[in-house]
């Protein structure tokens, strides 16, 4: 099948390493995809999603890259490096407070020279879109053409980054002699969970994919990931028909809301760290995770044997909690 152009910006294809000690645990085969080496300054799932989105921003003469995302936002901090490599100017929105901090992902779009615009948190909620396409008529108006890359570039061209993904994982199985009959991912915009469904779909790979969201509801990202998969298939040359069924999706795991920790979860960080030497993000992968462990234990993953964890980054995130934590009194 043919599937839009894109262009190389990532390490790939990114290992798959098995958990030993959490396998054990667990009585799982229990296997992490490291998404979070796609690179440095790149690093994480969204690199995948933006060689789509900038490939076509480049075919339209874009001249600046407009996205965004709240204050340590590892997607907006990726678009402004990416942008950095293929020329491309970055604009970002990011939600955030009266005194916003400069940590993790924010300092490292400053360091990137990145135009940044601090929205308000309920101005953000209501009316980012039309933020943006405001400040698009104005660079239009100054003979330059913006393109807009919705938030975590979860959309119907950046799905095809995860399209890709999935096809590299069936490579690697072959590789390491061994077949994952189950795939989870967190749940953040949909984009990364649309994108393995689809190539799940098309060439009939037969793996159980399960999400788990991190904010919002099961009901809302399958709203959301029908309409991303419905907009990737104006890039194909014959439509795939999609229902709920196809989306196995889990309760949330959101806990304080979107990029807020309770004690417990920043403890589950901490001990993966030290069982496991691997660190997973406070936003995404620490509560994914931390998720499916309790799914384990309310057998949810009953039939499922090997199961491969995709490990979508966001270790910037984590010193932006020096301050809004005592990670470093947890036992």
Same mark, same amino acid.
């Given at each position: ?41 790149? &690093? ?33 901090? &990726? ?30 779009? #400053? ?25 698009? =008529?104005?660079?239009?108006? %100054? ?5 807009? +890359?919705?938030?975590? =570039? ?17 490579? %690697? ?30 060439? &009939? ?14 009901? +809302? $990202? ?16 014959? &439509? ?33 760290? #030290? ?20 799914? $384990?234990?309310?057998?949810? $993953? ?21 301050? %809004?934590?005592? +990670?470093?009194?947890?036992?």
């Amino acid at each position: 099948m043919n599937i839009p152009n894109k262009i190389d910006l990532c390490n790939k294809p990114t290992r798959i390493e098995k958990l030993e000690r959490t396998s054990k645990k667990y009585n799982k085969n229990i296997f992490l995809k490291r998404e979070d080496e796609t690179g440095t300054e790149t &690093s994480g799932n969204k690199i995948r999603k933006l060689e789509f989105c900038l490939k076509e921003a480049l075919e339209q003469g874009a001249t600046h890259i407009l996205t965004c995302g709240d204050l340590e936002s590892n997607h907006a901090r &990726s678009t402004v490096a990416a942008c950095r490599k293929v020329e491309l100017n970055p604009i970002v929105f990011l939600r955030a407070g009266e005194i916003p901090s400069t940590s993790g992902n924010h300092f490292l779009d #400053i360091v990137f020279g990145a135009e940044i615009n601090y929205v308000g948190v309920d101005a953000f909620n209501s009316g980012i879109d039309k933020i943006m396409k405001e400040k698009l =008529a104005s660079l239009l108006e %100054q003979g330059m053409k913006g393109y807009i +890359i919705p938030m975590g =570039a979860s959309c119907g061209i950046g799905n095809f980054g995860y399209y890709s993904v999935m096809k590299e994982i069936m490579d %690697q199985e072959k590789t390491l002699n061994i077949s994952f009959d189950t795939i989870v991912t967190t749940i953040g915009s949909g984009g990364t969970y649309a994108g393995l469904m689809m190539a799940n779909k098309i060439h &009939s790979f037969n793996k159980t994919i399960v999400g788990i969201p991190i904010c919002d509801t099961k009901e +809302i $990202f399958e709203e959301k990931i029908l309409n991303i998969l419905e907009e990737s298939n104006g890039y194909l040359e014959k &439509s795939v028909n999609y229902s709920r069924s196809d989306l196995k999706i889990t309760k949330d795991f959101a806990g304080l809301g979107y990029a807020l920790n309770t004690e417990e979860e920043l403890q589950f960080i901490k001990d993966f760290a #030290i069982t496991e030497g691997v660190l997973l993000d406070p936003t995404y992968t620490g509560k994914a995770f931390r998720g499916m462990t309790k799914l $384990f234990e309310e057998n949810f $993953f009953e039939s499922s044997k090997n199961i491969l964890f995709i490990h979508t980054g966001g270790v910037y995130r984590l010193f932006s909690k020096q301050t %809004q934590t005592q +990670i470093n009194k947890l036992k």
